[in-house]
């Protein structure tokens, strides 16, 4: 899935989005090369990239290299934002935290 978000009325600056569903794979640099690439393509001189799978440590550290700034975000910081922000999660169950009533067991 790929996206644009303007980030401004007249999309001046815009922000490019790539989604991927990688079971198994960890996304290296040569994919996320790829993506600074597709950025230009896109006018872009920021971009998001989201994998449910996991980012190489060379991918990580090309992100560091580079004039532009590309977001990485793997399946783990991705369930986090999800529970974060309540986007696409539910509640399963919910827990009753008890406390001793004190005043209960008072005698008067």
């Known amino acids: 899935m790929d996206g644009i978000i303007k980030e401004d009325p007249l999309g001046l600056d815009v922000i490019y989005l790539q989604a991927k569903r990688y079971p198994e794979k960890v996304v290296g640099r040569p ?3 790829g993506f600074a690439g597709a950025l230009d393509m896109q ?3 920021k971009g998001v990239f989201i994998t449910t799978s996991k980012f ?3 991918a990580r550290e090309y992100v560091g290299l580079i004039e532009k700034k590309i977001v990485l975000i793997d399946g783990q910081e991705l369930a986090k934002l999800m529970i974060q922000y309540n986007l696409g999660v539910g509640i399963k169950e919910t827990y009753a935290v008890k406390q001793i009533d004190s005043d209960y ?4």
């Open 105 to 108: 067991f008072n005698e008067e």
């Open 31 to 33: 994919e996320v090369q």
């Open 56 to 58: 190489s440590g060379d």
């Open 43 to 45: 006018r872009a001189r």
